[in-house]
């Protein structure tokens, strides 16, 4: 499996994905030889200890094999340069000058590991892994499964694509045997913009992984902020164009209107940021929204439980794992249509992520209304249960099973 | 003998529009959709019509001059003949047509078809009287057999009832009530003197309303032969029975490709081809019948879903403070003696309107999604309280002038 790192050190969706299903495959029965990416720490003594070059760790039936990389699963050609120029001269001598050369690096660099490695089948996860993915099929010949959690059309709203990115996605999807879409969103958006034959594509919704300890809402930041009798209104993901923080922002004018004692949380980090603060002022409602930066897990479900209801306002979103967290966490959903993860669950509410009025009336109606509150919260909660990732890694495996 | 008692329960609802919160105090129009959607109610009479009311009115009345032995049943809600009148008076005519052969009864039910009964026995009372004038206006016939909002009933309905004058009330024939027993004949209702139980033969009813297109049903395509033939196979263990369905069967439910117009016109000269058939209305059964027994009802049983109870309106808590905060509002809305005010609140009394927010069907069956004009039961939810809470502004801009008033003589 050509995947990425695990929390608490990922930064999105795709890292959670990974650990979900290669756990997931581990409790069917499979064993897995997990490549990542890692960035080597500029501290050398640290490295020797954690991530050494060869690094062979061993947890259970899940054999990580790392590769020293800067490569995160949402680089883009200006973050990567962006990151390059802060970093020393002892990194910029081992990686490629731009993401177009790490990228080539990082394959060339997996295919070695591919000719060490034994393995029936391969399977990457989103474009920065098809090339490493195709140079393990060429060496092995195994079959190749490229599994499709976001694609440029999704990064870029539509907008304009990257060329170079556009081109690999397109080859690693041509190339593999099998194409895994996270959503029936997902599989057209591979169908419409890249031209493959919908037969060769499945769709394996994301689970989720049961929240099990409790939140002590005592130590939370924004508590008294709730406790003084304001509603919360959460928004929680990174700050692009594909996530639509600007249509939250644009609800949360229209919703103070109505509900003055309103906190909008904003949390995240992303390229938007600044132009967010900025256009919440201008908008008029800056007291009344609160970035929090970027939260770890532990901080997430924390502001889960906190929030009374949480949007997701993403204008392109293949899947939306947070929806089904925040569902099990129990702050009641509103998410965008345009999302993979709306066909599968139904007590949420749904709107265009267009709608600012639809969007501020349905926000209002849980803030208003007790009883669709609860009745949000609990059932979410009980459907949430249905979608684990044992049944998506199940699902996968049995998509292996008919080439092995 | 074998009788066939037909029944054709005739209703649509007064949908709630997208009604927004920023709605709340502006607009008091809250059923006047004119988009494309289902929630456009101008638009789906007109369709409904169209497909079904007209074609099926115009058969009917060819078999009723065809078969002077034949004979049918109608409930219809106030609210329906009000859109009738308003919109589309040729409709009216047609069923005015049928009534006035004397050989198509009409029944009493809730002007609103309402859940009134389950929260205020005042409430249904007026329902129930506004709905017999409605009747008298507009067919010149006066209801003698009551049917409740979806078939909706238990013991206690069947003694208000029989109070209010009526000799015959209508049920679903359901397996937990009847156990051994037929719904093949008449029963009385525990508690009651006079009043006389009809019960709906589920299987045959649903044979021709849910399965009659059903590919996949051992016994399709069904015939008016094979019908006749079932009925005719209960002769000599059952007097009467009981065919209850929507209307909206004949040209909505089952189009008109399916065969169902053909099927309704070869029935009646199929059943009664066997010389031991014929047709009843309801209150011909009663008078003819006498009961076989008598029946308890304790908990309500309807004709709606598999469960045949109340879930299909008051099985999650949505569904529960909606119809808790509207009849919540009964005192206040009536005091205030102002008659929009009060027309509006009691159409949002309509059952659809809480049958369009259950969630039962997320967990198995589809029949609600395809009955729902809102995307979802939330949706359904979020507009009605919306115009409740507008309702309950209304009540108070005109409660507030006359305290004011009052605050004032006493001053002086």
Known sequence: MFGWEFPPHYSGGLGVACEGLANGMVECGASIVFVLPKRMPVNPSRMRLVFADDDKTEISLIKYKIIPSPLSPYASSASYLEEMKKNTLIETKIYGGTLAEEVLRYASRASRIAQEEEYDIIHSHDWLTFLAGIEAKKISGKPLFVHVHATEYDRTGGGNFNEFVYAIEKEGMEKADKIIAISQYTKDIIIKYYGIDPEKIEIVHNGIEMFKECVDMGKQKLHSLKESGNHIVLFLGRFTIQKGPDYFLAMARRVLEYMPKTIFVMAGSGDMERMLVSRSAELGISEKVVFTGFLREKERDEVYAMADIFVVPSVSEPFGLTVLESMDRGAPVLVSKQSGVSEIVQNVLKVNFWDIEEMSDKVIAVLKYGALKNQLKNYARQEAKSHSWHKAAQKCLEIFGKYC | ?412
């Not at chain 2, 109070?163 to 024939?173: H, P, R, S, T």
């Not at chain 2, 359901?174 to 209702?189: G, M, V």
């Not at chain 2, 009925?231 to 065919?243: A, F, K, P, Q, R």
């Not at chain 2, 309280?385 to 003589?409: A, F």
Request: charged share 25%.
């Open chain 2, 1 to 412: 003998m074998s009788s066939v008692c037909f029944y054709f329960q005739v209703h649509q609802p007064y949908r709630v529009k997208k009604y927004r919160f920023f709605d709340i105090g502006k607009d008091h129009n809250y059923f006047n959709d004119n988009s494309e959607t289902s929630l456009n109610n101008s638009r789906i009479m007109e369709r409904v019509s169209r497909k079904a009311y007209l074609p099926t009115n115009k058969l009917l009345l060819e078999l009723l001059n065809r078969h002077p032995e034949f004979k049918i049943s109608f409930s219809f809600s106030g609210i329906y003949l009000d859109q009738l009148e308003k919109e589309f008076p040729e409709v009216l005519e047609s069923f005015q047509k049928l009534v006035a052969t004397g050989r198509a009864e009409v029944l009493g039910e809730t002007y609103y078809h309402s859940l009134s009964f389950l929260y205020s026995p005042s409430e249904f009372k007026a329902q129930v009287l506004a709905h017999k004038k409605k009747i008298q206006k507009l067919f010149s016939v006066t209801p003698k057999v009551f049917r409740n909002t979806e078939l909706i009933y238990n013991n206690d309905l069947a003694q208000a009832v029989e109070k209010m004058g009526y000799v015959g009330i209508l049920a679903e024939g359901a397996d937990r009530i009847l156990e051994w027993r037929s719904p093949n004949f008449l029963y009385q209702p525990k508690g009651t003197q006079k009043i006389k139980l009809l019960l709906k033969n589920y299987r045959l009813s649903d044979d021709i309303a849910f399965r009659f297109s059903e590919k996949s049903w051992k016994d399709y395509p069904l015939t008016a032969e094979k019908f006749s033939h079932w009925v005719s196979s209960h002769n000599g263990n059952g007097e009467v029975m009981n065919l209850f369905m929507d209307y909206e069967t004949f040209g909505e439910h089952q189009w008109e490709d399916s065969g169902i117009f053909k099927f309704l016109e070869a029935l009646p000269e199929h059943i009664l081809s066997h010389p031991d058939n014929d047709f009843v209305t309801p209150s011909e059964s009663c008078a003819r019948y006498s009961p076989k027994g008598e029946l308890d009802f304790n908990d309500f049983v309807s004709w709606a879903d598999e469960e045949r109870d109340l879930s299909a309106w008051r099985s999650n808590p949505l569904q529960n403070d909606a119809l808790e905060q509207i009849y919540a509002l009964e005192n206040e809305v009536i005091s205030t003696k102002n008659k929009a005010l009060i027309e509006d609140w009691r159409r949002l009394q309509t059952s659809d309107h809480f049958y369009y927010m259950c969630t039962k069907w997320f967990a198995d069956g589809d029949v609600h999604k395809y009955f729902n004009p809102y995307e979802s039961p939330y949706d359904a939810f979020i507009s009605y309280m919306n115009v409740l809470h507008d309702i309950k502004l209304r009540v108070q801009e005109l409660c507030v002038p006359l305290r004011e008033g009052r605050t004032q003589k006493s001053i002086k």
